[in-house]
């Protein structure tokens, strides 16, 4: 019996790491569900481990999904990849990555860029 809880624990221990061993995002910039003002010239996504970007495709409310090219070529846990001019609007950005273990990990952020009212009117 001593055995079979041994062999269950180590069960659950390499569970657990091999489930933390994954890429999760941390956070990014623009923020997810942030409002900003100034059209961002890059987006930085911060990973909990290292991770390669595969695709990544931006998004301004229902028109066309516009995939992003200049991806990074090696893995990193901090990534920056250069985005277009935006224009007020809301938008989501969707990535893909693979992490060190081999695992594909996705997900959605979104951030609205509104006018800066203060620039419409100068004087």
Known sequence: MKILSLL????LVTSAVTASAHAH?????????????TSPS????????AARLTALSIQK????EQKLKLLPATAAQQISVPLPQLTPGTYSVSWYVVSDDGHVMSGTLHFTLAADHATDHPG
């Open 25 to 37: 995002l941390q956070k990014s910039s623009p923020a997810d569900n942030s409002v900003i003002t």
């Open 8 to 11: 269950f624990g180590l069960a």
């Open 61 to 64: 409310g229902s028109e066309s």
């Open 42 to 49: 890059v987006l930085v996504l911060n990973f909990s481990e």
